[in-house]
């Protein structure tokens, strides 16, 4: 079995696996992170987003093969040990009802206010459009998103 290294999180990592195992699978099964959550399995519902070299992947679509040699960011370390300022805003306006969406919500959305620090709601909806939430919980995703927004710049909306 080939041996790929990732930076997860910061840290190195090495992952002994057949190229084709989805990078989910490497970071849940094999190195423990169970954060990131399976549903589809087919890159339509956003539950397995991760930051790949600073943009939103979907994991359960990148195998460990494609993301070797590159810095995967989880749920777990999207705050370096810190509650990250969507984390944050997520927990301030009660965005969560069951959660099972939300670490690829937060992931999403700390990916979109990295690229664009200060989004308009259309922006958030195109951004977010592809991360499914069961519950409907969008409008609290869009009020939590602005509320990060304002953090990130030193103020508050």
């Not at 290294?5 to 992170?33: F, I, M, S, Y």
């Not at 810190?82 to 969406?101: E, I, K, S």
Request: glycine letters at 10%; proline letters at 6%.
């Amino acid at each position: 079995m080939p041996t790929f290294r990732l930076t997860v999180n910061g840290k190195p990592q090495t992952v002994e696996a057949d190229p084709q195992l989805p990078l989910l699978w490497a970071l849940r099964d094999h190195l423990g992170l169970t954060g990131t959550k399976m549903s589809c399995e087919r890159g339509i519902c956003g539950a397995c987003t991760v930051h790949l070299d600073g943009e939103a992947a979907r994991s359960c679509q990148v195998t460990v093969a494609d993301a070797a040699g590159k810095r995967v960011v989880t749920i777990e370390g999207l705050g370096n040990g810190r509650l990250h300022p969507v984390q944050q805003a997520w927990l301030d306006d009660q965005v969560p009802q069951c959660g099972f969406c939300q670490p690829g919500q937060i992931m999403a959305a700390a990916a979109l206010l990295a690229a664009n620090p200060d989004p308009a709601d259309a922006d958030i909806d195109a951004a977010m459009a592809d991360v499914l939430c069961r519950c409907g919980t969008y409008q609290r995703i869009r009020r939590a998103i602005h509320r990060a927004a304002g953090a990130t710049k030193g103020g508050g909306r």
